[in-house]
T-cell receptor
Framework: DAGVIQSPRHEVTEMGQEVTLRCKPI?????LFWYRQTMMRGLELLIY????????DSGMPEDRFSAKMPNASFSTLKIQPSEPRDSAVYFC?????????????FGDGTRLSIL | GNSVTQMEGPVTLSEEAFLTINCTYT??????LFWYVQYPGEGLQLLLK?????DKGSNKGFEATYRKETTSFHLEKGSVQVSDSAVYFC???????????FGKGTLLTVNP
């Protein structure tokens, strides 16, 4: 079975540019999570969706960050305008929320570098 | 709220040594507990899980037992290999909360 698919795997862009990260969750999963990982701050939950609805976006750092989930098989995380401090690895994860013993399954991440 | 505390690394061991990475948690109710592993350049992978007290999760020679009396879920392996070098995260999911609460991760390096 296909796992969580993220694209692109790597993104290098100049500050001020718009960045869009994409995620396809595992089919049948109804919860989707966006994380950011840096050496300094570790793994941070940015936002999560349940049944395509944003449930908790308290981890989104600023208004420059936005996330959407237009349908059950696709989500985007957008940064506009981007800044060098946004450089990090961004992970998407999905799970089935019906039972608490269900783990989250992670994609391989997008390594973002803002110059 | 929920929280997870795991031993700070880095941990450096020789091949075939015994591994313990401590993890304790705070949660209301009866959470499910997880260990994830992250190899260099990759995402987090589920290593093992336990869903109720006294359950033992195991995978790839790793084990962890859900100890409610000590609110712990320590990761152990009897004989580590160089290929076990990675970052290990303890996590919990509790109640009606969809979120996982992660520890800060422990970097393990195994030398030949």
């Amino acid at each position: 079975d296909a796992g969580v698919i993220q694209s692109p795997r790597h993104e290098v862009t100049e500050m001020g540019q718009e960045v869009t990260l994409r995620c396809k969750p595992i089919s049948g999963h109804n919860s989707l999570f966006w994380y950011r990982q840096t050496m300094m701050r570790g793994l941070e939950l940015l936002i999560y969706f349940n049944n395509n609805v944003p449930i908790d976006d308290s981890g989104m750092p600023e208004d420059r960050f936005s996330a959407k989930m237009p349908n059950a098989s696709f989500s985007t995380l957008k940064i506009q305008p981007s800044e060098p401090r946004d450089s990090a690895v961004y992970f998407c994860a999905s799970s089935f929320s019906g039972e608490k013993n269900q783990p989250q399954h992670f994609g391989d991440g997008t390594r973002l570098s803002i110059l | 709220g929920n929280s997870v505390t795991q031993m700070e690394g880095p941990v450096t061991l020789s091949e075939e040594a015994f591994l313990t990475i401590n993890c304790t948690y705070t949660a209301t109710g009866y959470p499910s507990l997880f260990w994830y592993v992250q190899y260099p350049g990759e995402g987090l992978q589920l290593l093992l899980k336990a869903t109720k007290a006294d359950d033992k999760g195991s995978n790839k020679g790793f084990e962890a037992t859900y100890r409610k009396e000590t609110t712990s879920f320590h990761l152990e392996k009897g004989s580590v290999q160089v290929s076990d070098s990675a970052v290990y995260f303890c996590a919990l999911r509790g109640g009606s909360n969809y979120k996982l609460t992660f520890g800060k991760g422990t970097l393990l390096t195994v030398n030949p």
